[in-house]
Protein backbone atom coordinates (compact mmCIF):
# COMPACT_ATOMS: atom_id res chain seq x y z
CA UNK A 1 0.00 0.00 0.00
CA UNK A 2 1.52 2.91 -0.94
CA UNK A 3 0.41 6.21 1.13
CA UNK A 4 0.57 10.22 -0.06
CA UNK A 5 2.16 12.36 3.01
CA UNK A 6 -1.81 12.94 4.52
CA UNK A 7 -2.43 9.41 3.79
CA UNK A 8 0.32 8.67 6.31
CA UNK A 9 -0.15 11.37 8.55
CA UNK A 10 -3.63 10.19 9.49
CA UNK A 11 -2.82 6.59 9.82
CA UNK A 12 0.26 7.44 11.95
CA UNK A 13 -2.19 9.46 14.22
CA UNK A 14 -5.12 7.40 13.73
CA UNK A 15 -7.84 7.11 16.80
CA UNK A 16 -10.20 4.70 14.95
CA UNK A 17 -11.29 3.66 11.26
CA UNK A 18 -14.68 3.56 9.48
CA UNK A 19 -15.05 0.43 7.02
CA UNK A 20 -17.58 2.26 4.57
CA UNK A 21 -19.54 0.11 1.56
CA UNK A 22 -22.24 1.24 -1.07
CA UNK A 23 -23.18 4.67 -2.51
CA UNK A 24 -25.72 7.35 -1.04
CA UNK A 25 -28.77 6.06 0.25
CA UNK A 26 -27.20 2.42 0.16
CA UNK A 27 -24.10 3.39 2.39
CA UNK A 28 -23.25 1.98 5.33
CA UNK A 29 -20.53 2.40 7.54
CA UNK A 30 -18.84 0.75 10.69
CA UNK A 31 -16.39 2.37 13.00
CA UNK A 32 -13.52 0.36 14.85
CA UNK A 33 -10.26 0.77 16.88
CA UNK A 34 -7.78 -1.04 14.86
CA UNK A 35 -6.97 -1.41 11.36
CA UNK A 36 -6.80 -4.66 11.83
CA UNK A 37 -10.65 -5.24 12.50
CA UNK A 38 -11.73 -2.75 9.77
CA UNK A 39 -9.77 -4.94 7.52
CA UNK A 40 -11.26 -8.40 8.97
CA UNK A 41 -14.61 -6.69 8.65
CA UNK A 42 -14.24 -5.45 5.22
CA UNK A 43 -12.82 -8.88 4.08
CA UNK A 44 -16.24 -10.61 5.20
CA UNK A 45 -17.69 -9.51 2.02
CA UNK A 46 -14.83 -10.94 -0.69
CA UNK A 47 -15.32 -8.05 -3.50
CA UNK A 48 -12.18 -5.21 -2.23
CA UNK A 49 -15.22 -2.86 -2.23
CA UNK A 50 -14.82 -1.63 1.43
CA UNK A 51 -13.30 1.95 1.45
CA UNK A 52 -11.72 1.66 4.94
CA UNK A 53 -10.42 5.34 6.42
CA UNK A 54 -8.14 6.21 8.95
CA UNK A 55 -9.80 9.11 11.28
CA UNK A 56 -7.83 11.37 14.17
CA UNK A 57 -9.16 13.24 16.76
CA UNK A 58 -7.73 16.39 14.70
CA UNK A 59 -10.70 16.12 12.14
CA UNK A 60 -8.44 14.48 9.78
CA UNK A 61 -9.39 11.55 7.54
CA UNK A 62 -7.60 9.92 4.78
CA UNK A 63 -9.06 7.00 2.46
CA UNK A 64 -6.18 4.18 3.65
CA UNK A 65 -7.60 1.37 0.86
CA UNK A 66 -10.26 -0.83 -0.49
CA UNK A 67 -10.28 -4.26 1.56
Do not use: P
Amino acid sequence: MTLNAHEAFCLNTATSFSAVRGRGANRTREDFKSLEAAQAYATTFGDKRTMVYAVNDMGNNAHIGNF
